[in-house]
């Protein structure tokens, strides 16, 4: 079984940085994607970024070139590091693994909230 364990969130000011962790526990087996999605009140839950066991990232285009996605496998922890945060980055934050070895299995963290103050 996979624990997610999230940290790093919080209240900052626009313009300010965040940078989210997501702690791992068990086994992760590869191949396998970690994301992190965001959910504001009142809206569905949304994909922020994505990467892959092999490396690849992609990311939502309202975080192009602010957000980075990357993990520590050493440490089995994700990270999203958030620059020039806007007040419409407002949302619980969630950690996301999905194990594609059949049977694929998907794993999500508690959630966190950021708040963007203007």
């Known amino acids: 079984q996979v624990r997610l364990v999230e940290s790093g969130g919080g209240l900052v000011q626009a313009g300010g940085s965040l940078r989210l962790s997501c702690a791992a526990s068990g086994s992760i087996f590869s191949p396998n994607t970690m994301a992190w999605y965001r959910q504001a009140p009142g809206k569905q839950r949304e994909l922020v970024a994505i990467?892959?066991?092999?490396?690849?990232?992609n990311y939502a285009d309202f975080v192009k070139g602010r957000f980075t996605i990357s993990n520590d496998n050493a440490k089995s922890t994700l990270y999203l590091q958030m620059n020039s945060l806007k007040p419409e980055d407002t949302a619980v934050y969630y950690c996301?693994?999905?194990?594609?070895?059949?049977?694929?299995?998907?794993?999500w963290g508690q959630g966190m909230q950021v708040t963007v103050a203007s």
């Open positions: 990467i892959t066991s092999g490396g690849m990232t």
């Open positions: 996301n693994v999905v194990t594609l070895r059949v049977p694929a299995r998907t794993y």
